[in-house]
């Protein structure tokens, strides 16, 4: 496993994204999100019903959920209000790419 993360690292660096940044380097505006939220209607529709299951299940425990599309653009978020104050504030918000170029190593957007 930790050999996974010092490729991603290593990768994330190639890439230019320093160990110090807090926010994805790639966030859509409101006419890209728009269109990408469009463009993935179909894995949308599908994915927040059993999103919303999932939180049903977790409401109460600081639990979000994040559904990013294949490049890793956040297309929807649920979760405590606590929490997702916490996401903002680190702009994990829909139209952020959580990718390795964009933000470096991280459970979405890590390759293996």
Known sequence: MFEVIKKSQAR???YGIHESLVFSKKILDSTGLSE???KNRDLIMAAEPFMNQLY???RG???FAILTD???CILSIIGDDDI???ADELKMIP???MDEASIGTNAMGSEE
Request: aromatic share 14%; net charge neutral.
């Open 70 to 72: 294949a490049e890793g």
């Open 56 to 58: 049903g299940f977790v």
């Open 12 to 14: 994330s660096m190639s």
């Open 95 to 97: 139209g952020a790419f």
């Open 61 to 63: 425990s600081e639990f």
């Open 36 to 38: 990408r939220i469009l």
């Open 84 to 86: 997702l104050k916490t």
